[in-house]
């Protein structure tokens, strides 16, 4: 029989590179303690995880991730470390990585559809830098945006995305739609010839647009937006990154009313 304290599902403990082999295709990468913790923390299906040294996994999630500590318990199989480092793309310090069932799209378009929001939506349009995508996932999750949304070829699931996000796209509804199958709601778009942003109350069912640093909004989304807004930025210099940006907008959103109080 099984020791739950050990988490090892007979398959897993008996041929744990195969069953996480089995797995993988259609499975949620997530590289790292804290995308596994945070996963975890909101709910995540989790289907296997495996570390690379059982008793440093448990002692971190007894200094940082007390809430979830049994739970990691359960479900952490050891293995070699050049077993693990096999199975994923680029080890992570931590040598922790698991398999998450990635949440269904239909739940995903509920929530970010769901009326009346209490927070907006951030929708990147095209961006290109997967580890920018990932970090503004981690700035919505922590101001709690109803969501994040792109358009465009980037996959927000790619597992470098994921691991940007530190497994926070759990705590969020990410998904990339369309600039014509946008939730509804007030367009407000980021764009150096807009409003400046201090003079404005960003309402919680704003959907949030920024362009790449490249290139800008493009005209399909500028098109659907209902207002143009600008960042205060001193003369000359061309753009703020990504996350940047998203950073300062959320940041003005909650200050002006949005987004609970930190406790």
Not at 36 to 64: C, I, N, P, W, Y
Not at 81 to 91: G, S
Not at 166 to 171: I, K, Q, T, Y
Not at 195 to 203: F, G, T, V, Y
Request: charged share 20%; net charge negative; hydrophobic share 45%.
């Amino acid at each position: 029989m099984d020791d739950p304290a050990r988490g090892t599902a007979p398959e897993t403990a008996a041929d744990p590179v195969s069953a996480w082999r089995r797995l993988a295709g259609g499975a949620v990468l997530l590289d790292g303690f804290h995308a596994l913790k945070h996963a975890v923390r909101f709910g995540a299906d989790v289907s296997m995880a495996l570390t690379a040294d059982r008793a440093a996994t448990l002692a971190l999630a007894d200094e940082l991730a007390g809430d979830v500590r049994d739970t990691l318990a359960a479900l952490l199989t050891e293995v070699p470390h050049e077993t693990y480092a096999a199975l994923v793309p680029r080890p992570h310090p931590t040598a922790v990585a698991a398999l998450a069932v990635r949440p269904s799209r239909a739940g995903n378009l509920e929530r970010l559809a769901h009326s009346p929001r209490t927070a907006p939506v951030v929708v990147l349009d095209h961006p290109r830098n997967l580890g920018n995508a990932g970090a503004v996932i981690r700035l919505a999750a922590g101001f709690g945006a109803t969501g994040v949304v792109t358009t465009g070829t980037l996959d927000p699931w790619h597992p470098t995305v994921v691991r940007g996000g530190a497994g926070l796209h759990f705590a969020t509804a990410v998904e990339r739609l369309t600039a014509g199958e946008l939730p509804p709601g007030p367009v407000f778009a980021l764009d150096p010839e807009g409003e400046d942003i201090r003079s404005l109350k960003l309402p919680d069912d704003a959907l949030l647009a920024f362009g790449s640093e490249r290139s800008g909004l493009s005209a399909e989304l500028r098109a659907r937006a209902d207002r143009l807004v600008a960042l205060p930025m001193r003369p000359q210099v061309s753009s703020y990154n990504l996350a940047t940006s998203v950073a300062m907008t959320l940041y003005h959103w909650s200050a002006t009313g949005g987004a609970p109080r930190a406790v």
